[in-house]
T-cell receptor, first 110, second 117 residues
């Protein structure tokens, strides 16, 4: 089955700086790679996703890149704000349920 | 976006009792729903895939006789935790798949926090 590794597990940045979270996956057949933001006790919120036929996608301050050959994908958040503080999860899937990475706790210091 | 509801949001029960959790897709039909479990400060782990009109598919290590799944209609899947014990205490989250082409976009319910005393 699929295995997703996520790094770092915690990330602390100053407000306005950029944050980068990286994930690797094992199943070359995976074709859908979403990123979720989860606040304590709440459901995961989809913030951006990328599909295997695309190498990069951007939505305002958030961007995701995908390297299918190396089987890794990354989340980039620019101009971080305190409200970006949360736990972020990457995931990968083909047709089945999602396999999540271990999560990254992002702390943005004002 | 598509809306998924889950009920109850929180339940506390005594050890040995059974608890039923409902997951509904409110504005779309979902032939496939998924059940995840999340322990405190951990990631989400897929428990099972619920298919309308057929038996659920369970992930390795998940006891199908303990976690009963019924996907009775295109908008409702239920998870019953039978004979719950304290180690079953967790955050249970469902998701429903709304196919976008051939990709696996999923929409999550708000989750159910189960506490077994």
């Amino acid at each position: 089955g699929e295995n997703v590794e996520q790094h770092p597990s915690t990330l602390s940045v100053q407000e306005g700086d950029s944050a980068v979270i990286k994930c690797t996956y094992s199943d070359s057949a995976s074709n859908y790679f979403p990123w979720y933001k989860q606040e304590l006790g709440k459901r995961p919120q989809l913030i951006i996703d990328i599909r295997s036929n695309v190498g990069e996608k951007k939505d305002q301050r958030i961007a995701v890149t995908l390297n299918k050959t190396a089987k890794h994908f990354s989340l980039h958040i620019t101009e971080t704000q305190p409200e970006d503080s949360a736990v972020y999860f990457c995931a990968a899937s083909r047709r089945e349920g999602l396999t999540f990475g271990g999560g990254t706790r992002l702390m943005v210091k004002p | 976006g598509a809306v998924v509801s889950q009920h109850p949001s929180r339940v506390i029960c005594k050890s040995g009792t059974s608890v039923k959790i409902e997951c509904r897709s409110l504005d779309f039909q979902a032939t496939t729903m998924f059940w995840y479990r999340q322990f405190p400060k951990q990631s989400l782990m897929l428990m099972a895939t619920s298919n309308e009109g057929s038996k659920a598919t369970y992930e390795q290590g998940v006891e199908k006789d303990k976690f009963l799944i019924n996907h009775a209609s295109l908008t409702l899947s239920t998870l019953t935790v039978t004979s719950a014990h304290p180690e079953d205490s967790s955050f249970y989250i469902c998701s429903a798949r709304d196919w976008t082409g051939s990709y696996n976009e999923q929409f999550f319910g708000p989750g159910t926090r189960l506490t077994v005393l």
